[in-house]
């Protein structure tokens, strides 16, 4: 049984490039289309949309609680990548 072509918007080059310049409308494409698209297809591209809509949405958020935010960001993945480097 053949699977019918994938619309454009579907497509992986597409896709990302809506992800990364129109998050709110890449979360709708994403969620509305989660039968057509592959499981770990699926969840790459609404990763790649909450990341996108995080910093997207800092852009309205006054310059002090942005930096505050984004210090907050950082300080949690430097936490977690010296906590993984610590168990191995």
Same mark, same amino acid.
């Given at each position: 049984?053949?699977?019918?072509?994938?619309?454009?918007?579907?497509? *992986?080059?597409?896709?990302?490039?809506?992800?990364?310049?129109?998050?709110?409308?890449?979360?709708? +494409?994403?969620?509305?289309?989660?039968?057509?698209? *592959?499981?770990?297809?699926?969840? *790459?591209?609404? %990763?790649?949309? %909450?990341?996108?809509?995080?910093?997207?949405?800092?852009?309205? %958020?006054?310059?002090?609680?942005?930096?505050?935010?984004?210090? %907050?960001? +950082?300080? +949690?993945?430097?936490?977690?990548? +010296?906590?993984?480097?610590?168990?191995?």
């Amino acid at each position: 049984m053949m699977q019918a072509p994938l619309p454009w918007y579907l497509k *992986e080059k597409a896709l990302f490039i809506i992800c990364f310049l129109g998050p709110p409308i890449a979360y709708i +494409i994403v969620i509305g289309n989660k039968k057509k698209l *592959e499981r770990k297809r699926y969840l *790459e591209y609404l %990763t790649l949309a %909450t990341i996108m809509v995080s910093v997207w949405l800092l852009k309205f %958020t006054p310059g002090p609680i942005r930096l505050s935010v984004l210090m %907050t960001i +950082i300080l +949690i993945l430097l936490y977690r990548r +010296i906590k993984k480097t610590k168990k191995k």
